[in-house]
């Protein structure tokens, strides 16, 4: 990372950043209860490919390769735990229970809970647009700083995060992340506009026994999204997620 280093040393905005991180990453130290030593493998882990861009620098210095090791790290670790965990569950349930462990969602879950998405280091497009909002790159680099710690930690160190702050909320074989899209649609509405969000039933359809809805949420006159569902709630549910991905599209 000498290359990354001296990049960093010569570009005024860059070393702002990373002394941003440098303060964030000792208090994300103290909220995990853990020490994790050398930061320069975790600023790596936190390096998303819009900041190295920025400098010019090689893609294999962003934090892919860790995502990379961490998302392997993950699925392993999970595996484990929960084969241990319901020791009656067909592969099949497992296969299932594992996926929603592992998916987006529950990563974004997950990275919120610590704030790690505060501490992504982002270049100044990225920045510009909430790229630190954007579910795919907090959840990214929650895999790449489990890959950073499995090779500054180990394989102990990474299963004590994991403990503490994933498997503790896998209390039975239905584990499913649940995201809000309205409410982080409605976080995201009042940073960027004015007036109120509005949702609107735009159809109705099919017989009483089996309903499709298809929901619009507004802004004025202004569509951000459309969605449809078997309810009016999962419809605007997929309406603001529509929004969001819009919005940082």
């Keep these: 990372m000498k290359v990354v280093s001296n990049k960093i040393d010569n570009d005024k905005l860059a070393r702002r ?5 440098d303060k964030l990453f000792k208090a994300f130290q103290q909220r995990i209860g853990m020490d994790l030593g050398d930061h320069e493998i975790y600023r790596q882990a936190f390096m998303h490919s819009s900041f190295i861009n920025d400098l010019h620098l090689n893609k ?6 860790l995502e990379f090791l961490g998302d392997a790290v993950l699925e392993l670790m999970v595996s484990d735990f929960i084969y241990n965990k319901f ?8 296969t299932k229970l594992r996926a929603n462990i ?3 969602p529950s990563l974004v879950v997950f990275a919120v809970k610590l704030k790690m998405p505060e501490l992504i280091i982002l270049g100044k497009g990225e920045e510009k647009t909430e790229g630190r ?5 907090i959840s990214d680099t929650f895999e790449a700083f ?4 499995y090779i500054q930690k180990g394989h102990g160190a990474v299963n004590e995060f994991l403990e503490k702050f994933v498997f503790v909320d896998i209390k039975d074989a239905h584990y499913n992340a649940v995201v809000d899209y309205k409410t982080l649609l409605q976080e995201e509405a009042h940073k960027r506009f004015e007036e109120e969000l509005e949702y609107r039933l735009l159809n109705e359809s099919g ?6 809805f298809e929901s619009g949420v507004f802004i004025g006159q202004k569509r951000l999204g459309i969605g449809s ?4 709630k999962e419809s605007e549910q997929r309406a603001a997620e529509n929004a969001l991905l819009e919005i940082h599209g």
């Design 146 to 149: 489990l890959g950073a710690l």
């Design 87 to 94: 020791p009656k569950l067909p592969e099949g349930d497992l």
């Design 207 to 212: 017989p009483s026994h089996s309903k499709n």
């Design 133 to 137: 909002n954007r579910p795919s790159i």
């Design 60 to 65: 294999i210095y962003n934090n892919e390769r």
């Design 229 to 232: 569902g078997r309810s009016k």
């Design 102 to 104: 592992v998916c987006e």
């Design 17 to 21: 950043k990373v002394h941003t991180f």
